[in-house]
């Protein structure tokens, strides 16, 4: 709670006095109507690419959107709770189409990408951290203007983060994939549970995909890192499809981790629905834009996430890119530390790994522009979690390169909103600000579509018709 106590629901009167400084008034009411309220004045950015609308009214009861469009055509009921954001822009909460809440953000939580550092840093405890305290990251996603998120893989605790988020005005929805049928034995788990299952034979593949779904996951998640011309290239095609079939048959999508070429035409072979990365060992071709038009599947590029590796490389933690008031202490103050941690490549190097990441980077950035332009859905994710893409403020890092790469903000924003919302399995209750959908949105200061930097630090995060001021959810 901040320090003027506003933690209430859908800004009643009392609070008013608070967020005028902020917002500008508050309309007077009297007899407050639970679970009823309104944002009138702004302009309404509805995340369906249509054109934004001046002047705008939403009215939310009971956690849904009752009306959302211009004043004359949406009335406000007599006792709602009235919040005027007059002069500012809103848009739908935003979705993070890729995190991993089996991760901290840190080396600590993946000790086999960027640095071991169990002896002072026990992988067990992190974990332990993170299975019992997610709430400081549900609260960093808020800070951020997200109000959903997608685990595209981790241990099965992460499924029952699902019912715990769901109906929490301080936590983002969350939709969770589970352990991850795996081409690699991945030795990255806890003694009692695996994230990580292997791929080894046609019997224990079965019977794996057969746990996820009876688990209800959300998706069957395949970590298909193999390469065409190895040995047991054709051994791993079979087992990505009959861990595909069992999830067909059961009606649950196919998300698969592929970033060669290769790998993502025989992924959306089998039934892939969705790509979790970018392809980058080489350009998109025709026949994985067809490949990918004919399944419906969509496609996360997952851009910044190795700059955060890289950063880790070089022993330098950039915070200036992040709002780091949004990042929780414990997450920040490891963050700030790597440049105290041992074993930095030499210089030469370090610069061969900055020009081939670089490399990386442009060509991500060419097949994400391919991609949208074929009419590929594209879905904003960070693989928040991975060393320094911190959960929460990364997603702004993460939409700028997109509008780098060539999307408009109008675009992006679809693709942070309605694309993820829509991937994740939540398109009829999440992604644009319309009658019917959970009133999950964000009031800005300035217009998204001509930058989406300007999604930044929202003023108000509002979650399930709860409303947040920004003081509410920053750490510091």
Same mark, same amino acid.
């Given at each position: 709670?901040s320090?003027? $106590? @506003?933690? =209430? &629901?859908l800004?009643?009167? +009392?609070?008013?006095? *608070?967020?005028?400084l902020?917002? #500008?008034?508050?309309?007077?009411t ?8 309104a944002l009138i ?7 369906t ?8 009214v939403?009215?939310?009861?009971e ?8 004043a004359t055509?949406c ?6 709770s009235v ?13 993070d ?5 089996s ?6 939580g993946?000790p ?5 550092l ?12 993170n299975?019992s305290?997610?709430g ?5 996603y808020?800070?951020s $203007? @997200?109000? =959903? &998120?997608?685990?595209?893989? +981790?241990?099965p605790? *992460?499924?029952?983060?699902?019912? #715990?988020?769901e109906d929490?005005p301080?936590a983002?929805h ?8 795996s ?13 990580f ?7 224990s593949?079965e ?7 009876r ?13 065409e011309?190895a ?13 595909a079939?069992?999830?067909?048959e059961?009606g ?6 592929a ?15 969705h790509?979790v990365?970018?392809v ?5 071709d025709e ?12 496609y ?14 070089e022993?330098?933690?950039d915070e200036?890119a992040l709002?780091?008031a ?6 920040l ?14 210089p ?8 081939a990441?670089?490399a990386?980077?442009?060509?991500m950035?060419r ?8 009419g590929?859905p594209?879905v904003?994710?960070?693989?928040a979690?991975?060393t ?5 403020p990364?997603?702004?890092v993460e ?5 780098e ?7 992006v924003?679809?693709?942070?909103t ?18 019917g959908?959970?009133?999950?949105m964000i009031v800005?200061?300035a217009?998204?579509?001509a930058?989406?930097a300007?999604?930044r630090?929202p003023?108000?995060v509002?979650?399930g ?6 003081e509410e959810?920053?750490?510091?």
């Open positions: 709670m320090s003027s $106590g @506003v933690r =209430a &629901t800004v009643p009167v +009392g609070v008013c006095a *608070t967020l005028v902020l917002l #500008a008034s508050c309309a007077p009297e007899q407050v109507v639970p679970g009823a309220g004045g702004g302009t309404l950015v509805d995340g690419g249509a054109a934004p609308v001046p002047d705008a939403v009215v939310f009861q956690g849904r959107i009752t009306c959302a469009g211009a055509d009335s406000v009921p007599a006792g709602a919040t005027d954001v007059t002069g500012r822009w809103i848009v739908p909460g935003l979705v189409g890729h995190v991993h809440y991760q901290t953000g840190w080396a600590d993946r086999d990408q960027a640095a071991d169990r002896a002072e840093y026990p992988y067990e405890a992190a974990m332990a951290l299975r305290n997610p400081r990251y549900f609260r960093s808020l800070c $203007g @997200v109000t =959903a &998120t997608w685990d595209v893989g +981790g241990y605790w *992460t499924w029952d983060l699902r019912a #715990a988020a929490d301080w983002p969350v939709s969770a994939a589970g352990p991850l049928l081409a690699r034995d991945h030795w990255l788990n806890v003694p009692a549970e695996r994230q299952l292997y791929l080894s034979d046609a019997e593949v019977a794996a995909a057969r746990y996820l779904v688990s209800n996951t959300d998706q069957v998640k395949v970590w298909y890192l193999v390469e011309d040995p047991d290239a054709a051994h791993y095609q079979e087992m990505l499809r009959i861990g079939r069992v999830a067909r059961a649950t999508p196919l998300i698969v981790h970033t060669g070429l290769w790998q993502a035409k025989d992924a959306l072979r089998a039934g892939a629905v790509l990365h970018s980058y060992d080489q350009d998109v026949e994985f834009i067809e490949l990918a038009l004919a399944n419906g599947a969509s996360n590029p997952t851009l910044i996430v190795s700059e955060g590796v890289g950063q880790f490389a022993r330098a933690f200036s709002d780091v949004c990042v929780d202490p414990g997450t103050e490891k963050a700030r530390r790597t440049a105290t941690v041992s074993g930095r490549a030499p030469e190097t370090l610069a061969r790994r900055r020009e990441g670089r990386r980077y442009e060509l950035l097949n994400l522009r391919t991609v949208h332009e074929a590929i594209v904003m994710g960070t693989d979690g991975n320094l893409t911190l959960h929460g990364s997603v702004h939409m700028e390169a997109m509008q790469a060539g999307m408009s903000p109008m675009d924003l679809i693709a942070a309605l694309n993820a919302a829509t991937a994740m399995g939540r398109g009829d209750d999440l992604g644009t600000v319309t009658a959908k959970i009133a999950d800005v200061g217009d998204p579509t930058d989406v300007n999604l630090s003023a108000l509002v979650r018709g709860h409303v947040h001021a920004r959810l920053v750490w510091r």
